[in-house]
Every structure is written in C-alpha cells, then in structure tokens.
C-alpha cells in the first residue's frame, strides 16, 4: 500500500537526520593532542573504551519495532515469507536435481553389474563347456592310446614268446628215449620243455610277485634246473631246495 510505503520512508528518513546529528557533533567535537611518547598506548585505550561502550549499548538496547503499521509488518511478512519460498524451492530444485543424477547413476550402475553378471556367467558356462570337452577328449584320447600300447605290448609279447620258442625248441630239444644208456627204466612220468619251465617261471613270477617260486615236480628234467641255476637265470628258495624261482634283474 502506498500508504505504508510512505510511512517507511518517513522513518528512513527520520534515522538518517539523526546520524546526521551524531556525525556533526562528533566533529565539531575537539580534538585532544595525546603526547608523541604515549600517542599509540592512549590510541589503543580509546579504541577500547569505544568498544567496551558500544557493547554496553548494544547489552543495554531493546529491539525496536520498524513500525506498528499492520500493513507495514504485513507486507514486510509477505517480502520475508517470498524469499524464504524462493530460497526452498531453489533448494528443492537443486535436491530433486541431485536426485535425478543419482538415479540415473544408479540406473547405469545396476545395468553395468548385470551386464557384468550376465558375462560372468558366459564366462564360466564357456569354461565348463571346455573342462567337459577337454575331460571328454582327453579320456577318449588316453583310453585309446592305453588300448593301442596294450595291443602293442600283446603283440611284442607274443612275438617275444614265439622267438623264445622257436631258440629253445631248436637248442633245448626234449631228451629223445633211451638217451640215457646207463638208465634202463623209462621216466615216470612225462617231461615237459625247456619253454614250458621258462614260461612257467615268468608266469609266476609276473602274477604273483610275492610269492614267485616254483616247485619242481619230476616232469622238470634236472639238466634243463641245473642249467638255468648254472646261468643265474633262476635260483633256488633259501630254504626249500626243490622250488625255484626266475632272477629278479630289474632290480
């Protein structure tokens, strides 16, 4: 209200005559000369004395009412209550704002962390999928080779026993009858090759390592025995003479 208006300004105006009155006063004032030794040490104490009565002034002092006009303080209310609007709804729109930021951050962090999920998941389906395959190759691949060394080591082993055979059956020949002449009974029983005992011991020995001994029954000829313990080939049990056991040379 224009009424209002004009009674601020008459109280606007009203203060500054009396600063002015204070301000003409204070300079028609005289000046005292301080002395040149005590000048600074006088300056500091009227400084102090100035602000020890301003503060008593200020501890003594009331608030003062800028107007008992209602409209006055009504549109002084209205001026305060606008800027107090204004500097929260500046406030609320930096917040939402923040807000807004932080959810977009938030929104790509989440999409980030599943596409960093949904890799880590290929990730290691695709490892799986190679262990698998690789457990799978390498199974088959060693079962084959494992099949094909057994072949192989079947075959050298009968190649092996065939050549052995072969040597023994042409320079080990069974005894013919009658050939010994000093002997006029015919063995009891009948004896077997020199290959049989040989592989007899090998087959012992082979399957049964703990216990590789051999008794020598009276199908064994005593020459082909006396030979392979002459040869080291075989040896005799430290305490039972007629059992028999082939060399350990692998160790």
Known sequence: PVDAKEEILDECESVWRQIEECHNKLMFQGIETLPQSDAKLSLLMLQWQVLAADHRQWLMRNPEII???????????????Q?????LEMLLSTVRSKN??????LIREQQWYEEQKQMLDALDKTQEDVNTQVEKLYTKRGL???????????TYQKELLSALGEFLDEYFPLPEKGVNKNSSAEPAVELISFQDIVEMLL????????????????SFWPPYIELLLRCEMAVRHPEDPNRVRLQAFHK
């Not at 107007?67 to 209550?81: H, I, Q, R």
């Not at 800027?83 to 500097?87: H, I, S």
């Not at 807004?100 to 951050?105: P, R, S, V």
Request: aromatic share 4%.
């Open 144 to 154: 084959s080779e494992l099949k094909n060394k057994v072949l192989k080591l079947k």
């Open 83 to 87: 800027k107090v609007k204004n500097d």
């Open 203 to 218: 087959t012992k020995f082979m399957t049964t390592p703990h216990e590789p001994y051999v008794i020598i029954s009276e």
């Open 67 to 81: 107007s008992a006009n209602p409209d006055v303080l009504l549109e002084l209310g209205k001026e305060e209550l």
């Open 100 to 105: 807004k930021q932080l959810e977009e951050d």
